[in-house]
Structure formats: structure tokens, C-alpha cells
């Protein structure tokens, strides 16, 4: 075929592609072009998911009478003169592709009045092509309506999904915009009903009430930042509690200067903060604004503009992941013993031993850390019997203060008096926390202790089942439970974690095959060392001698991370000699 030069309108069609993909990218484009424009109102209105029509009005500083017909160019910005000016980005756009783009692939109506003239003017297009231009009386601001979109593209109108994921995929855009730019007020309406609307206080708490709720909202932590680092980089933001939790990483939000980018280096930081906070398989929420000079980031990456590179490339995943985990760290407590933690309420000193807890947290579960003497659980019915003390504690290492045992409530909670108070330790979540510690450790080393058992036992599973554990044998290996097909869809469990010798095999192959089921075969092996420690922790209601008491809270005083079980809830509930007092009316 003989090589020819493709037609402008035909190359613009073909560009298109690459900005506007499908109708939540014009509303991207727009919106940002209204925020760029300065605009502290911004009505989007959609119908049929952006199929039939995309309409948004801002209030910003418009595009001047001579400019209006320029800015539907190809390559045509007011945000970029130098190729110098590249560097340093400080607009959400600069590559004037956008409106060049939207244009050609629908049928657009702009209506626009400058800061400053008398009038306004409207501009129709069809495909990119002017047919219409007249001077209106309008309100300062831009107003684009975007109709039929892809009308002329059928392949790409074929591809679009249905009216309902569209919409979603514009409600998740216009939300995350509202909370990166909480003084402009947003407003969405769907064929007509307003779905979503911000205030415009400048108060992201009252955009996070809007997107997630008074009741998920309230609980939401803000991210403390940390001024002592010399870091260029700031991060601020909100982050769940570990209670909050989702099925998938989409409630992980970040935004580079103002800009929702994504990065799944960045995303995981924020997951990695919550290790052994979360439930195995599960996400935790956060929005994580960056703060860097722009000389920093390189935005240019992509026509989307979605992705972002950093200069410094290491730097912000540990920025990140610092303060999303002290943010959480110094959370913990507080949840359930705000005396305890918010010292400054009592107008007292905190206890001295809170001072470990901002440096001394962050340290990796090292195996030494975890090296714990758990086998006493063996010797748990027999009433009396002598446990190992762990002697080698040092205090200094520890998260918690040197406690004594006081006695046990309910056969189930252990009390503990501190240097400057009392604990209340839910003996099964700080037994979970330390048995997960060691085997954590153990099997990141992927030297799990494991105890072979002179009888097996037999364990019939259905056939899915028995498929799936087949499928996953080196990973549950890995966790020290080894075991050999034995007839249809049986297996002979031919050894277990040492820290697991005294369960019964039969219930921890169960409870790892239900792991199994859970995780859908996306397995983390996390998860795995979570279900066997579930398994074998202690339960309510079972007595300890005080041997068996000092032994629990010696191993949770080892731990990194001893405020609370691997699925989040507290070990303990601490009240100060001062809440005490203000308790019994004596302060
Ligand atoms: P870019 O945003 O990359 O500059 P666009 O194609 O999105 O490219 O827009 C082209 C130009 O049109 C912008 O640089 C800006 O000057 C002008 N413009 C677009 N939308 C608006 C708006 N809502 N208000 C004011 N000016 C606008
Ligand atoms: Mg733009």
C-alpha cells in the first residue's frame, strides 16, 4: 500500500486514544483543567456514565475571547513556553492534549467568560471541527459539554463498559480529587441526582465524611508527620485503624503534589505498615499526600499523566512506610487506653517506658526478638506444672514496662500492675501475638522448627479441598506442617510446627486449608502462619497457674509488636494510676 501522510483530523482521532480512554478520563481532564484554571466551585454532571454527556462548569479564570479556538489544538498550553519549564511541573496539565483530544472524539460545547470581559463565548465542535462561534452573555468560568462520545470512534464505543462501571469509575475520580483539594467545592450528579458533593471548608475530615461515612471517618487516623526528617519529602494524610479494612488495594490513595498518581511501590509501603496488623488477604485505607519539589518528580511519564517518577528513588518508600507505621504505632494504644497514651491530657508526664515505643517500634521481627520459649503449652493441663522463665530479658529492649502478675479474671484475662498503673492482658490475643512472633521469624529465615510425629494422623478432606492443598504443599511446608497423600483425597500429617507439637494435626491442617479456601489462591504465606497460631493459641476461659501467667507476659514483653494480635485488636487495656484516681473522683 502506498504510504501517505494521515490527515490531521485522523491523527487527532488516533492521539485521542492515548488521553481520553473512556469517559472517566474526560472528567480527569476537565477537572483538572478546572483546578489548573483556579476554580473554587466545580459541577459535574453525567449522564448514562458520560455516554450520552459529560458536563462540568468551574468558576476559575476561563479562557480568553482570542485563546478560545487555539486551546482545541493540537499541543496548544498556557501551562508551558520552555522545554526547561518541563522540569518543574506545578500544573496538573501541561501537554495541551487534552481538549484537542476530547474534541475529536465527541461533539463539545464550550461556553467561556475571562476573568475580566464583558462577555462570553460559545464554541461548538463536532469531531474537532469549529461549527459554531458566538459571543454570550455568561457567568466567569468555563462550562464544557461533552455529548456522544465516541461517537465517530465505534471500536472504542464498543469497548466501554457499562453505564454502572463508568460511573464508578467517575464517583472514585471525583472523590479522591475532593480530598486532595478540600477548599474547591465538588458536586456530581448522576442523570440528575447529586451522588456526591464536598463543601469546600478546607476541612478534609468533612470530605471524609462525605466519601466514607460519619462512622468509618471518625475512626480514620491523620498522619503524623515527621518534621525531624530532613527529608524534602512530606507526607500527610489519613490512614484506617487497623479495624478498617477492605478486600483490595483500592482504598490505598496517594497523590504526588496534588496529583492522584499510582504506584504500586508506594501502595505496597502503605500495606507493608500494617504487617501483621491486618487479617491476612485484606487492605487497609489510606491517602497519602506527597509534598516535593517538583524538580523532584518527574510527571511526564505517561499520557495520563498517572504515573510519576521520583528523582530520589528509594526515598519515598521508607518516607512512606515511617509514617504510616508510626502514625499506627502511636495509635494503638490510645484505642483503648487513651490515659494511657494522650499523657498530655493528665496533664502528666507519659510513663517513661513510652519513649521505646516511637524509635524502637519500626525494627523488623528479628528471629533473636521472637526466640521465645513456648513449649510450656504442653504442660498447660497439668495444673502447677513448672514453666522455663525466660531469664534473659532486659527491659530496655522491651515495649512494655516490667510487669507482676496480680492474678487472673473470667479465667481468661490476666491483670498486671506496672511501674505507673495497672494492665488488663487478654491472655489469647498476647499469647497469639508472641506464638506469631516466633513462627514469623522462623518462617522468614524458612527455618520453621518442625516436630515429627511417630503416629500420623489421617485427614479425609473433599475433593477441592485435597486439589488445593496439593496445589499448595511447599507453602504449607513452609510453615512446618509436612504431610503425604494417603488414599483419596487423605492426607497423613507427618509433622508439625515444634511450637504447634501439642495441637492436634487433624485441626491444623483444617484451619490451613481454610486459609487456603479464603485467600482464593492468592496465598500469603503470612496468612498461613497466622491460621496455625489461631489455631493453637490459647482460648477464654482456661486457667493459668501464676508460673504459666508470668510465662505469657514475659513472651509478650519480647515481642515488636506486643499491643496487639496479628489481626489487630489489643492485647492489653492499660489505666494509669491517674485514670485511676480520676475514676474514684480524687483529682
Ligand atoms: P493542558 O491542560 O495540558 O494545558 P488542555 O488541552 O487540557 O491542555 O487545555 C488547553 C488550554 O486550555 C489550557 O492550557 C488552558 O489554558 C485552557 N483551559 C482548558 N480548560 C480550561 C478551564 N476550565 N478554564 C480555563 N482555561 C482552560
Ligand atoms: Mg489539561
Known amino acids: 500500500m502506498k504510504i501517505q501522510r494521515l490527515s490531521e483530523q485522523l491523527a487527532s482521532q488516533i492521539a485521542a486514544g492515548e488521553v481520553v480512554e473512556r469517559p472517566s478520563s474526560v472528567v480527569k481532564e476537565l477537572v483538572e483543567n478546572a483546578i489548573d484554571a483556579g476554580a473554587t466551585t466545580i459541577n459535574i454532571d453525567v449522564r448514562q ?47 495541551g492534549e487534552a481538549l484537542a483530544a476530547i474534541a475529536a472524539v465527541s461533539q463539545l460545547t464550550i461556553v467561556s467568560r475571562a476573568e475580566g470581559a464583558d462577555a462570553g463565548i460559545r464554541l461548538v465542535l463536532e469531531a474537532g471541527v469549529v461549527v459554531n462561534r458566538e459571543t454570550v452573555g455568561a457567568p466567569q468560568g468555563t462550562v464544557i459539554a461533552v455529548e456522544n462520545l465516541f461517537y465517530n470512534v465505534p471500536a472504542r464505543l464498543k469497548f466501554l463498559k457499562t453505564a454502572a462501571t463508568e460511573k464508578r469509575l467517575i464517583d472514585e475520580f471525583v472523590t479522591r480529587y475532593a480530598l486532595a483539594y478540600p477548599l474547591i467545592r465538588f458536586r456530581l450528579t448522576h442523570n440528575g441526582r447529586i451522588t456526591f458533593q464536598s463543601s469546600g471548608s478546607g476541612q478534609v475530615r468533612d470530605v471524609l465524611v462525605a466519601i466514607y461515612g460519619p462512622e468509618i471517618a471518625r475512626q480514620l487516623l491523620e498522619i503524623e508527620s515527621e518534621d525531624s526528617d530532613r527529608s524534602p519529602l512530606a507526607v500527610t494524610g489519613f490512614v484506617g485503624p487497623p479495624g478498617v479494612h477492605f478486600a483490595n488495594r483500592g482504598q490505598i490513595t496517594l497523590f504526588v503534589n496534588g496529583r492522584w498518581v499510582k504506584d504500586s511501590q508506594l501502595t505496597y509501603a502503605v500495606i507493608q505498615a500494617y504487617h501483621t496488623l491486618l487479617p491476612s488477604g485484606r487492605y487497609p485505607l489510606g491517602l497519602i499526600f506527597m509534598q516535593l519539589p517538583p524538580e523532584d518528580v518527574d510527571v511526564n511519564v505517561h499520557p495520563t499523566k498517572i504515573e510519576v517518577r521520583f528523582r530520589h528513588d528509594k526515598a519515598p518508600f521508607g518516607t512512606v512506610q515511617r509514617a504510616v507505621r508510626q502514625t499506627l504505632v502511636a495509635d494503638a494504644p490510645t484505642r483503648q487506653m487513651s490515659a494511657w497514651a494522650l499523657g498530655s491530657l493528665d496533664g502528666g508526664e507519659s510513663p517513661g517506658w513510652m519513649g521505646s515505643l516511637s524509635q524502637e517500634s519500626f525494627a523488623p521481627v528479628q528471629a533473636e526478638q521472637a526466640d521465645l520459649a513456648l513449649s510450656w503449652l504442653d504442660d498447660l493441663d497439668d495444673e502447677g506444672g513448672e514453666l522455663p522463665l525466660v531469664t534473659d530479658h532486659s527491659a530496655s529492649e522491651s515495649q512494655l514496662p516490667i510487669m507482676r502478675v496480680v492474678g487472673q479474671v473470667g479465667a481468661s484475662y490476666i491483670i498486671t500492675e506496672g511501674p505507673e498503673g495497672l494492665f488488663l492482658i487478654d491472655q489469647q490475643a498476647a499469647h497469639q501475638r508472641a506464638l506469631f512472633e516466633q513462627l514469623q521469624a522462623e518462617w522468614a529465615a524458612d527455618n520453621v522448627t518442625v516436630q515429627t510425629l511417630s503416629t500420623g494422623t489421617a485427614v479425609t478432606l473433599s475433593e477441592p479441598q485435597a486439589k488445593l492443598l496439593e496445589q499448595f504443599q511447599d507453602a504449607v511446608a513452609r510453615v512446618g506442617l509436612q504431610f503425604e497423600a494417603f488414599g483419596p483425597n487423605t492426607f497423613m500429617v507427618r509433622a508439625v510446627p515444634k ?31 497466622t491460621a496455625v497460631c489461631q489455631t493453637i493459641c490459647l482460648r477464654p476461659g482456661q486457667a493459668l497457674t501464676t508460673a504459666q501467667m508470668e510465662q505469657i507476659i514475659h513472651n509478650l514483653e519480647k515481642c515488636a509488636d506486643p499491643f496487639t494480635d496479628p489481626q489487630g485488636n489489643p492485647t492489653f487495656i492499660y489505666l494509669s494510676v491517674a485514670q485511676l484516681a480520676r475514676e474514684f473522683g480524687r483529682i
Not at 487555539?70 to 522545554?83: V, Y
Not at 504447634?500 to 489462591?521: H, I, N, T, Y
Request: charged share 25%; hydrophobic share 45%.
Open 499 to 529: 511450637i504447634a507439637a501439642s495441637a492436634d494435626p487433624a485441626r491444623l491442617l483444617v484451619a490451613v486449608v481454610s486459609e487456603l479456601e479464603q485467600s482464593k489462591g492468592v496465598v500469603e504465606e503470612a496468612g498461613l502462619v
Open 49 to 95: 456514565g458520560g455516554r450520552e454527556s459529560i458536563q462540568i462548569a468551574d468558576n476559575g479564570q476561563g479562557i480568553a475571547a482570542e485563546d478560545i479556538e487555539t486551546a482545541f489544538l493540537r499541543h496548544a498550553t498556557s501551562k508551558l513556553t520552555a522545554i526547561e519549564d518541563l522540569n518543574a511541573i506545578r500544573t496538573l496539565g501541561f501537554r
